[in-house]
Nanobody, 116 residues
Framework: VQLQASGGGSVTPGGSLRLSCAAS????????MNWYRQAPGKQRELVASITSGGDTAYADSVRGRFTISRDNAKNTVNLQMNSLQPEDTAAYYC???????????WGQGTLVTVSS
C-alpha cells in the first residue's frame, strides 16, 4: 500500500488544519489507519487511530481537539485538527497497519507548524 499525505501548513495558535491520506488500494478490512507525528528532537508518537469499523482512539494530548475519520470507499483517512497549539508542531505521518500480516506502511510526512 502506498500512502500519500497532504494538508500540512502553517497556522497561528487556535487555528485549524485538515490532513488527508490517500491510499493506493483498498483500506477496508483488517487495516487500522493511524496518524503519527514527530517533533524535532522527539520520538515519533501515535496521535490517532481508526479501525475499519470506525472505532477511534486518540493520544491524551489531542483528544477533544483532533478528529480522525476514514472513507473506505475512497481509500482515504483524514485528521481534522482544531485548536492547534505550538506543541502540535511536527511532521505528521500517515500509517496503515495490516492486522492480519502485521505489516506497516508509511506515507511521507507532512509538516504542521503552529506559531504566532
Amino acid at each position: 500500500v502506498q500512502l500519500q499525505a497532504s494538508g500540512g501548513g502553517s497556522v497561528t495558535p487556535g487555528g485549524s488544519l485538515r490532513l488527508s491520506c490517500a491510499a493506493s488500494r483498498s483500506i477496508s478490512s483488517s487495516i487500522i489507519m493511524n496518524w503519527y507525528r514527530q517533533a524535532p528532537g522527539k520520538q515519533r508518537e501515535l496521535v490517532a487511530s481508526i479501525t475499519s469499523g470506525g472505532d477511534t482512539a486518540y493520544a491524551d494530548s489531542v483528544r477533544g481537539r483532533f478528529t480522525i475519520s476514514r472513507d473506505n470507499a475512497k481509500n482515504t483517512v483524514n485528521l481534522q485538527m482544531n485548536s492547534l497549539q505550538p506543541e502540535d508542531t511536527a511532521a505528521y505521518y500517515c500509517n496503515a497497519y495490516h492486522s492480519g500480516s502485521g505489516m506497516n506502511f508509511w506515507g511521507q510526512g507532512t509538516l504542521v507548524t503552529v506559531s504566532s
